[in-house]
């Protein structure tokens, strides 16, 4: 089975696809998902790109890998589908948000509303093999998520680049900051929040940056499910 990018980024990332990495990208993949579990399923593998077009993109958040329990990952980063509980991170998240501009708690996880107001929810990598995080890393999905962000940065007009943590701050070399705003903090896991990213207050540091880029705000409150 071939990896197929959504219509809407083709044009950006056709350059991508004819490489020698995709093939054996793709060739990876179809066997993982012939001999194991793989998250997530394979038409929500690209649902980051689908949902928010290059056009779209004025917020970038980047995660690291899809999660790897049963039925969470659908190709948002930190999202998961309505019915399934947030993972820690996401609670973190959540708390965050309602500490620094006062969003009430949803009793869901799922970020899509947040893609379709033009965050491009992307994970470096796209794929996981079940119950094994970072079992896909080091296959390709990174060179392709590096042109994605590159692409992001490429555009005329502003962007927030939201990197938490130090496996996503080192993509900071591939954003353009003269151009560009990055906010960044420590990652939202469990491990970390408590040593800088509570207090942080990323959501009004991401609406006021699009403020200034003349850019209407994430309305980030999220409907209950």
């Known amino acids: 089975m071939t990896l197929t990018i959504p219509e809407n980024w083709q044009p950006h990332l056709a ?12 060739a990876f993949v179809a066997a993982e998902r012939a001999e194991h579990t793989v998250f997530p399923p394979a038409n929500d593998v690209f649902n980051a790109l689908r949902y928010t077009s290059l056009e779209q993109t004025n917020v970038l958040l980047l995660g690291q ?6 039925g ?3 190709g948002l980063c930190f999202s998961v589908r309505p019915g399934v509980k947030p993972p820690p991170s996401l609670r973190n998240i959540f708390k965050e948000l309602h500490s620094d501009i006062g969003c009430p708690i949803p009793n869901n996880g799922y970020l899509v509303p947040w893609a379709e107001q033009g ?14 995080p970072n079992s896909h890393k080091n296959k390709g999905w990174e060179r392709f998520t590096d042109a994605v962000i590159s692409q992001v940065n490429a555009k005329a007009d502003p962007v927030v680049f939201v990197l938490w943590g130090a496996y996503a701050q080192k993509k ?32 009004s ?8 880029a003349g850019k209407p705000p994430i309305a980030w409150e999220l409907p209950n499910l």
Do not use: C, M
């Open 205 to 212: 540091q991401i609406n006021a940056a699009l403020a200034d």
């Open 15 to 26: 350059e991508q696809t004819s490489q020698p990495y995709w093939q054996e990208l793709s």
């Open 119 to 132: 965050i491009l929810l992307l994970n470096a990598v796209l794929t996981v093999r079940a119950h094994q």
């Open 72 to 74: 969470q990952a659908h």
């Open 65 to 70: 890998d899809p999660y790897h329990d049963d």
């Open 172 to 203: 900071a070399s591939l954003i353009d900051e003269s151009r560009h705003t990055i906010v960044q903090s420590v990652h939202p896991s469990p491990l970390s929040a408590k040593h800088g990213f509570f207090g942080s207050r990323p959501f």
